[in-house]
Structures are given as structure tokens and as C-alpha cells.
């Protein structure tokens, strides 16, 4: 699949690779990271309102291995789906195919491990990913904010829900929709006190 999306890449996009276009540049750091942060307060009040912990995970002592994995897993995600797909479909066509673009790629490599459900979750939590990354050009946050929901969704063992899976997955998008929607306004809101 990477495989795939990586020849898509070269045939839409003008392959120049660089940090910057990329969005691993220090550019906008700051408003990166606070996007980025309004994503993961979400993410876990999301996590912790609808679906309570029910307890820890047995950490043990191997706690280094799924900490490392899950920093590798957003490092190469938000790489690959938030700054070279995302720049590739966004020069190749518009912003729009760069948001919604990424993020439905985002959602349909989830399908093998988490099912038509993983494609609608990644999918929505790609959104405002997308849209941050948008408004600021960089990833850092979005790596962070990616590998703490990650190491969450890991270490939390989550009680069941009354919901059943469609509400729940229609809840997950409405919100997620809303997020990308207060970051587009915060973004406008910033941008008018510079």
C-alpha cells in the first residue's frame, strides 16, 4: 500500500523532496504545536467520556518497545500521509484534495488492522490533522499529538460503550469535523490580530 501511494506521489506531485516542503521545518512551530494540542485534548476527552477506562494495560518492563514503535509510527505517518501525500495532492490539484485527499488515504490504510471502522476513525481524526497541517505547514505537533494518542489507546484497557459501533463512529466524525471547523476559525482569528 505505502508502495502504491508512494508512485501516486511521484506521478501527481513535482517530487522535491525537502524538510520544509515536507512540513518538518520549524516553521510555524508554535501554531502547530497549539493546533496540535487542540487535536489531542479532544482526542482523549473523546477516548475518556465515551468509552472510561477500565484500568491500565500490564506495562511490565517492556514499556521502551511500544514507546518507540508508536514514535516511529507517527514520525512516518504524519511524514508520509500529512506532508508528502498532502503536498503532492494539494500542488498537484488544490488545498481541498490536499486535505480530504490525505486523510481518506490516511483512513484506507487502517482497513487491514482495524476494519470499514478504522477507514471512518482515520479518517475523521485525518481531518484536522490535514487542516492543521494546512494552516501552519509543519508536523512536529502532529507527530507528538499522533504518538500520545497512540501510546494511549495502548496502555488504557477502554470499557465497552452503550453505543453501538455506527453511533460511535458517527459521534468520532461529527466531532472531529468540528474540530477541523474551530481550527480553520482559530486560524482566521490569529491571522487577523498579526
Given at each position: 500500500?505505502?508502495?502504491?501511494?508512494?508512485?501516486?506521489?511521484?506521478?501527481?506531485?513535482?517530487?522535491?523532496?525537502?524538510?520544509?516542503?515536507?512540513?518538518l521545518a520549524c516553521k510555524n512551530i508554535r501554531r502547530g504545536f497549539f493546533y496540535s494540542c487542540v487535536i489531542l485534548l479532544t482526542s482523549f476527552a473523546f477516548i475518556f467520556i465515551v468509552?472510561?477506562?477500565?484500568?491500565?494495560?500490564?506495562?511490565?518492563?517492556?514499556?521502551?518497545?511500544?514507546?518507540?514503535?508508536?514514535?516511529?509510527?507517527?514520525?512516518?505517518?504524519?511524514?508520509?500521509?500529512?506532508?508528502?501525500?498532502?503536498?503532492?495532492?494539494?500542488?498537484?490539484?488544490?488545498?481541498?484534495?490536499?486535505?480530504?485527499?490525505?486523510?481518506?488515504?490516511?483512513?484506507?490504510?487502517?482497513?487491514?488492522?482495524?476494519?470499514?471502522?478504522?477507514?471512518?476513525?482515520?479518517?475523521?481524526?485525518?481531518?484536522?490533522?490535514?487542516?492543521?497541517?494546512?494552516?501552519?505547514?509543519?508536523?512536529?505537533?502532529?507527530?507528538?499529538?499522533?504518538?500520545?494518542?497512540?501510546?494511549?489507546?495502548?496502555?488504557?484497557?477502554?470499557?465497552?460503550?452503550?453505543?453501538?459501533?455506527?453511533?460511535?463512529?458517527?459521534?468520532?466524525?461529527?466531532?472531529?469535523?468540528?474540530?477541523?471547523?474551530?481550527?480553520?476559525?482559530?486560524?482566521?482569528?490569529?491571522?487577523?490580530?498579526?
Open positions: 500500500m505505502y508502495g502504491c501511494l508512494f508512485l501516486a506521489c511521484v506521478v501527481v506531485g513535482r517530487w522535491e523532496f525537502s524538510l520544509a516542503g515536507v512540513g468509552q472510561p477506562p477500565e484500568g491500565w494495560t500490564d506495562i511490565g518492563f517492556a514499556i521502551l518497545s511500544p514507546v518507540l514503535f508508536y514514535l516511529v509510527v507517527a514520525l512516518a505517518e504524519e511524514t508520509w500521509f500529512r506532508g508528502l501525500i498532502f503536498k503532492a495532492l494539494y500542488e498537484w490539484r488544490c488545498a481541498l484534495l490536499g486535505v480530504f485527499g490525505s486523510a481518506f488515504l490516511f483512513g484506507l490504510i487502517h482497513i487491514p488492522t482495524h476494519g470499514w471502522e478504522g477507514l471512518l476513525y482515520s479518517l475523521s481524526i485525518g481531518l484536522p490533522y490535514a487542516v492543521a497541517r494546512l494552516k501552519t505547514d509543519n508536523l512536529w505537533g502532529l507527530i507528538i499529538a499522533h504518538w500520545l494518542t497512540n501510546l494511549t489507546d495502548s496502555f488504557i484497557r477502554l470499557s465497552t460503550t452503550s453505543l453501538n459501533v455506527v453511533w460511535l463512529t458517527i459521534l468520532h466524525i461529527v466531532v472531529f469535523s468540528g474540530v477541523s471547523i474551530l481550527i480553520l476559525l482559530l486560524d482566521r482569528r490569529l491571522h487577523r490580530k498579526e
